[in-house]
């Protein structure tokens, strides 16, 4: 026997209302369970907020004359009890006064506009727009009401490390809450390839929505495992992971955990994720501004140093040549002698690469084919006195078809050259050098790469400070004065991941095709 058109409404997962004129004439279970009782026999406006039936029957009418609106109608249901619940409407049916009308729960939609709106109070009031702290510290009631938990990892070389966590209630201990406690911001960075989709959300480079969480998980990793058995103990089932790009590269990645998280709050979640960004952007933008400040206020120290250096220099060259013919005779001597022009030579380079840091050339770009400088920069890099002796296998891998830079030459081989000889002290007689290039959009990617000992995680982030060297006798200007003329010609260098010996990266901007 075929069902009645009754029993195929009352399996709906969907509320349905019969309505004729002003009464309910009869409603499915799903409607029933959202106002919480029967209600066939009270009257619509009975069941819906104050202004509802007069928006409702205004809907109904544009709807008849033609009018292009949207499929739903948001409404708010009274429930029997005295509550309220968010409804999207839409009128399926009309038999005189007789109408159907669909009713589906949009509580989650509901929570995910509110977030949105919570999010753009915010962004309006100034402090996403100034501060990453403000934002989360701002952000974290909002998480706690909607009950979700909220990770924000920042992805470094090293690996992962936890910003921030946001939602998680204050003194409750639960396996999600100890999970998440492991990553905490003061300990060691965690490998990206443990946490299995922060990875891929960064190698893929787009937003995941999950549901089902624990059973998709279950044959990863140890430490994904781990997660999988923490969510499913604190009943949250559903997630998303969106990753976020600041500085050309995608820095941070923000995790929310739920157990009903909706598509609406995914959206919600990107729009959180998109502030975050901005926030990080312009802390990025505030700090290369001091440095850009401290710079200019070393330079003019560098200046007025070299200025004081290079004449009393001048005179200690000139009396070591009247020295020289003084005591010719005399091997002692002239060995004292040697000494003294062997330093002076020395004191000589570093007055010029603190005028060199001081006063930068102006750049001079033009389109600039890049294998001829590569190849100048690595003769002049091989052949400087200090490392000439050392055997060194060196490899420039360079697409035939890769497109010219814009640069300046001479400053170009320059930076080169400083990071090939950088390269060539470092590596072990009878090590590796390696130069590949690639196109990577409005940029040209130049990785230099050797085998000599990684670089320690505590000097990794002075490399390109003013000053800073490991080595007994150097100035400490060369990386600074790279960073200084890249960033002057549109580019950057940066010290990249390596799970063995080191890697640079400068990008350089490509040249356009009819320069």
Same mark, same amino acid.
């Given at each position: ?17 019969? @309505? ?45 004359? $033609?009018?292009?609106? !949207? ?36 509580? $989650? ?27 989360? *510290?701002? !952000? ?6 909607? +009950? ?5 990892? &920042? ?5 992962? =490390? ?11 201990? !639960? ?17 990206? #390839? ?9 190698? #893929? ?15 990863? $990793? ?9 969510? &499913? ?14 500085? +050309? =590269?995608?820095? %941070? ?6 157990? +009903?998280?909706?598509? %609406? ?23 290369? /501004? ?8 070393? $330079?003019?120290?560098?200046?007025? /140093?070299? %200025? ?21 005779? +005399? ?13 002076? &030579? ?6 010029? &690469? ?50 010219? @830079? ?35 959009? *409005? ?52 010290? #990249? ?19």
């Amino acid at each position: 026997m075929s069902p009645t058109p009754r029993e195929i409404l009352d399996a709906l997962p969907d509320g349905v209302l019969v @309505v004729e004129g002003d009464a309910v004439v009869w409603a499915n279970a799903a409607f029933r369970a959202l106002v919480g009782g029967e209600v066939a026999g009270l009257p619509l406006a009975g069941l819906l907020e104050p202004g509802a039936p007069t928006r409702l029957q205004r809907d109904l009418t544009l709807r008849r004359q $033609g009018a292009r609106l !949207s499929a739903t109608l948001r409404l708010r249901l009274r429930t029997l009890s005295g509550g309220l619940v968010p409804v999207d409407v839409s009128v399926r049916g009309t038999e005189g006064e007789r109408r159907l009308l669909c009713a589906r729960d949009a509580t $989650g939609s509901a929570r995910a506009e509110e977030l949105a709106g919570r999010l753009a109070q915010l962004v309006s009031e100034g402090q996403a727009a100034m501060d990453l702290d403000a934002l989360l *510290d701002a !952000s974290e009631p909002v998480f706690r009401a909607l +009950d979700w938990r909220t990770l924000l990892y &920042e992805v470094t070389p090293e690996g992962l =490390r936890t910003v921030r966590r946001l939602g998680f209630p204050e003194g409750a201990s !639960s396996p999600l809450r100890r999970y998440a406690e492991a990553f905490a911001t003061d300990a060691a960075p965690v490998p990206l #390839e443990s946490l299995t989709l922060v990875r891929q959300a960064v190698l #893929e480079g787009r937003p995941l929505f999950l549901d089902e969480l624990p059973s998709r998980l279950r044959d990863a $990793g140890p430490v994904t495992r781990a997660f999988a058995r923490a969510l &499913e103990a604190s009943g949250l089932t559903r997630g998303a992971w969106v990753p976020i790009r600041s500085a +050309d =590269r995608w820095s %941070h990645v923000l995790v929310v955990l739920a157990p +009903d998280l909706t598509e %609406h709050d995914f959206v919600a979640v990107q729009l959180f994720a998109a502030q975050i960004a901005s926030a990080v952007r312009l802390a990025g933008l505030g700090a290369a /501004l001091v440095r850009r400040e401290r710079l200019a206020a070393l $330079g003019e120290m560098a200046a007025v /140093l070299a %200025h004081e250096v290079r004449n009393p220099l001048g005179v200690v060259f000139n009396v070591a040549v009247g020295l020289g013919r003084m005591v010719a005779g +005399d091997p002692d001597a002239l060995r004292c002698l040697g000494t003294i022009n062997e330093e002076a &030579e020395r004191l000589k380079l570093v007055v010029s &690469e603190l005028l060199d840091f001081a006063r930068p050339a102006v750049p001079e770009v033009r389109a600039v084919p890049l294998a001829p400088e590569v190849e100048a920069a690595a003769s002049a890099a091989s052949g400087d006195g200090s490392v000439a002796s050392k055997r060194v296998d060196f490899q420039a891998i360079l697409p035939e078809d890769l497109p010219p @830079v814009e640069a300046d030459p001479v400053l170009l081989r320059r930076c080169l050259r400083a990071m090939l000889l950088n390269a060539w002290q470092h590596v072990p007689d009878g090590g590796r050098i390696r130069v590949e290039a690639s196109e990577r959009g *409005d940029y040209v990617l130049v990785r230099l790469i050797n085998d000599g000992p990684p670089i320690p995680p505590e000097v990794a982030p002075h490399l390109f400070e003013p000053f800073f060297t490991t080595k007994p006798s150097g100035s400490g200007l060369g990386l600074a004065a790279v960073r200084r003329v890249l960033e002057d010609l549109g580019g950057q260098v940066e010290l #990249e991941s390596a799970k063995r010996g080191v890697s640079f990266a400068l990008w350089l901007r490509r040249a356009e095709a009819d320069a």
